[in-house]
């Protein structure tokens, strides 16, 4: 546990409409990562961070913007929800090599 | 890009049998695996992992042997108890690059 928080916990939203999901860590880790985890897909990289303002896209990362201002916020945007970002959404920090989860938010679009 | 592929996708095993989980990885440069353990509600936590120079690493009930050669490497757990039901998840990647790719993951039942 590399003391990862993740806010809010559940959301459920409108499709159109934007979202952030905020993640704080207190370790002080440089590297930061948004992922989205989908039954049969494992956990896929939507973007991540190598620094205060410094970000880059993973795999799936249309629909999705990022930005960190400082370095314990990582925050991720779906800037008009659609019903194909219904999914469980983690944050993951980097220590020397290993990466650490957060417990997750689970956003639902209706 | 770097592809895993983990199997089986479920697994049921008696208490106090042993568990084991394969994957493989396509890029040969990678050399660093960890394994991942994910309870329901809860975002995956780190058990083990293992580097390219090193075939074989063990804690406790759990080891995991890397074959490079092959590109493969497994999960092992012996002795399993009802806490082992979980899913559970192999990556890989170059231990200088920043990203983790995943196997879609194994659902782990201990029957008691």
């Known amino acids: 546990d590399a003391g990862i928080t993740q806010s809010p916990r559940h959301k459920v939203t409108e499709t159109g409409t934007p979202v952030t999901l905020r993640c704080h860590q207190t370790e002080n880790h440089r590297y930061m990562y948004w992922y989205r985890q989908d039954p049969g897909h494992g956990l896929r990289l939507i973007h991540y961070s190598y620094g205060v303002k410094d970000t880059d896209k993973g795999e799936v990362s249309d629909g999705y913007s990022v930005s960190r201002s400082k370095t314990e916020d990582f925050l991720l945007t779906l800037e008009s929800a659609t019903s194909s970002q219904t999914s469980v959404y983690f944050c993951?920090?980097?220590?020397?090599?290993?990466?650490?989860f957060g417990p997750g938010t689970r956003l639902t679009v209706t | 890009g770097e592809n895993v592929e983990q199997h089986p996708s479920t697994l049921s095993v008696q208490e106090g049998d042993s568990a084991v989980i394969k994957c493989t990885y396509s890029?040969?440069?990678?050399?660093?695996f960890p394994w991942y353990k994910q309870e329901l509600g809860k975002g995956p936590q780190l058990i083990i992992d293992i580097r390219s120079n090193v075939g074989e690493k063990k804690d406790q009930r759990i080891a995991v042997t890397l074959n490079k050669t092959a590109k493969h490497f497994s999960l092992h757990i012996t002795e399993t108890q009802p806490e082992d039901s979980a899913v559970y998840f192999c990556a890989a990647t170059l231990s200088n690059d920043y990203k983790l790719s995943f196997g879609a993951g194994t659902t782990v039942t201990v029957r008691a």
């Open positions: 993951a920090t980097r220590g020397s090599v290993e990466q650490y």
């Open positions: 890029d040969s440069a990678s050399n660093y």
